[in-house]
């Protein structure tokens, strides 16, 4: 059995300190790495607390060993990757969020891609952290790539069946995921009813793109909220500020 490593450790620490924690998405699809390293720049500044890197359609996996290898020279947060498959593996990051997508029909997604990508997350010595993914909503690149049987936004009930799941199979993580740009957040009554139970970290994500939705999602218990689409929008820092006040 694993046990939690410095980056995991680091974030646990990091969110007794600070309150709910602020993780900045960046796909490498969609930056150059100039551009994917200017942003982890800003957003370090602005008080993200690590940077994750991943996307559902990852291709180019010698752009994403560029675009890691880059942010790790030019910041101090954390680096974790958030791998929608085996392409999305790279040696330069400081850990990695090894995740089944539980709610998935297809078992490749929930044990297959994680059988192929073992031996290369072995040998390149990346900190594994545990991850049930959950997909939610039926309009996500990420639901569909993962051939998700999403749970309703609207049924605590089924999503706390599933943390549980989570919890008894040793996954110290859980995400709740929303989509990538999706129109609605995971919301409060869902978070809240998982955080009842489920007792590790507690990731949510998708469409938070402002203070208000922030907030909701962090006083309903929140360990990390993460925040994508939003930093490729002009103008994003003086949201990202106010979503990193609001959840203080
Ligand atoms: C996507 O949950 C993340 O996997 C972030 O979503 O891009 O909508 O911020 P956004």
Known sequence: MSSAGPVER???GARKK????VAALIDPEDFTADAASKVAQRVQELGASLILIGGSTIADQA????VVTRIHHDITLPIVLFPGNVTGISQHANAILFSS???STNTYFIIGAQAIGSI???KTKLEAIPMGYLVFGDQSTTGFVGQVRAIPLDKPSIAVMYA???HYLGMRTLYLEAGSGSNKTISHEVIAAVRAYYPGLLIVGGGVTGPEAAKSISKAGADIIVIGNLLEKEGYEAKLAAIVKAIK
């Open 101 to 103: 997508l539980l709610n």
């Open 63 to 66: 752009h994403l060993d560029e």
């Open 10 to 12: 680091g974030l646990l």
């Open 164 to 166: 549980m799941a989570a």
């Open 18 to 21: 600070k309150g709910t924690l």
């Open 120 to 122: 290369q997350v072995m």
